[in-house]
């Protein structure tokens, strides 16, 4: 199975990208809402949320990690590759690679939660791809709590946002990472905010894309993965797995919008002093 | 020692203010920043992250317990209450006794976060003081994200203050609660749009005074903390331990603004893997 995990349900956005491109197989989502939101937490403690939910995924038969999450991919990545054996796919590289592809005057724009801004992760991929492109970067808080309470086309929440893109608009950016998968809500504000000759590059559909390509290239993994779901051929969506570490009415309404569908969320904490 | 415990930094302007007020006292403060926020989880999840701050306040030696948090004390103060033998005293209960007194109209409104508003806790205690009062609430979940972000007089924050309070203001309400220890920092625009006419119930200083009248009436405990602490008398501030559950430079900033002098700010969880 594919394991999936974000700090919340932004990650979903990514699961259904998922879902759509890679439809035969089963998928294992894991959204550790209980320590959400990760973005303006110290590294450290990332990293350690990060490991728990990967030991999680792995408990309940993953055979691929994908860390779905901008803040938790940009603090811990490497540090999942050297400690886990299993093949970890993060949100980063594959949208750095889509980005430097992108750009043709070699002036790209990042925005995301203070996390991932401070990683400087998506610069060092990108420079390591390109080193004459200049990055620009601005970490953007308050626009995940805007999206979480559904105002994505208040008055307030397109101030906030021209406030953050005007300093990348000055730079004449021609690419624009959405460096956190809440930000695709947003498309249609930051694409005006921003100018419509600017390439928005979308986390979530890059991702997917870039795990279908390891698929493709790995038989051993995919063959496993088919030969365990026999069953599942063709793959219905209704059997993918959504586990939560907490569980709220406003969190599953989201969730069902981001799918356009009801679904089931597993409460792993349910009854637990955990 | 007086411990107090709180979802992350806000509870700070309540030690700040019981150090002001109840100075001979040692504190021993918890902020819960690697769970922060509370106020969009569910009662289930904040029932269990009080019972681990109460257990770790216990552990070093509290005597008495501040539920600090708004959020924390409306959906666990009943079960802590009935799980722990010391005395423990919460924000609401303080708050929601100084509103009852000072309405005349008996039109009280309150702001809090999601879990403060839903659980309904400051209407039932209100209503228990005086049944002939009419309670308003909104739940204001923007209002922390844009506190801890430090705009405190952007233009977004003043509409977004306007839009949440307009329904109140509509109520007539003489009285307003403000049901968070986050939005005391928000007070010049919170009076503005509420009216100048309305009075505004801080938590923070109804809880420290609560405090101070539960100490003066209860010389077995306080004899107790002197003895133990007869080194420290008079009081000094520096004695006082700030406990955090995850630091980052941000939270330091605010914590040393909250106080007006720099804070030590002691990680649990550095180097663990909790």
Redesign the interface.
């Known amino acids: 199975m594919i394991g999936i995990f974000d700090s919340g349900v932004g990650g979903m956005t990514v699961a259904k990208t998922i879902e759509q491109v890679c439809p035969q197989y089963p998928l294992l989502y894991f959204g550790d809402?209980?320590?959400?939101p990760y973005g303006?937490?110290?590294p450290?403690?990332i990293i350690?949320y990060s490991?728990r939910n990967v030991d999680f995924l792995l408990r309940q038969g993953a055979e691929i990690i994908i860390v779905a999450c901008n803040s938790a991919a940009a603090t811990s990545i490497n540090k999942l590759r050297t400690e886990y054996s299993v093949p970890i796919i993060d949100v980063v590289t594959a949208t750095a690679s889509k980005a430097t592809e992108n750009t043709t005057n070699k002036r790209i724009g990042i925005i995301g939660t203070?996390a991932t801004v401070q990683s400087d992760i998506y610069t060092q991929q990108i420079k390591q791809r390109n080193p004459a492109c200049q990055i620009y970067s601005q970490a953007c808080?308050?626009l995940v709590?805007?999206i979480?309470?559904g105002?994505l086309n208040k008055?307030?929440t397109k101030?906030?946002v021209r406030?953050y893109l005007t300093p990348l608009r000055r730079h004449q950016i021609d690419t624009l990472i959405l460096g956190c998968t809440h930000y695709p809500l947003l498309t249609p504000l930051i694409q005006k905010r921003i100018g419509k000759k600017v390439r928005l590059i979308d986390s979530s559909i890059e991702t997917a894309r870039y795990l279908q390509s390891f698929l493709d290239n790995s038989p051993e993994i995919t063959s496993n993965i088919r030969k365990k779901n026999t069953n599942q051929q063709p793959h219905h969506f209704e059997k993918n797995l959504f586990f939560v570490s907490?569980?709220?009415p406003?969190l599953r309404k989201l969730a069902n919008g981001i799918f356009g569908r009801k679904i089931n969320l597993i409460n792993t904490?349910?009854?637990?002093?955990?």
């Open positions: 809402v209980a320590h959400t303006s937490k110290s450290e403690t350690n490991r203070r808080p308050l709590p805007l979480e309470e105002w008055r307030e101030m906030i406030r907490d569980s709220t406003p904490n349910a009854n637990t002093n955990t």
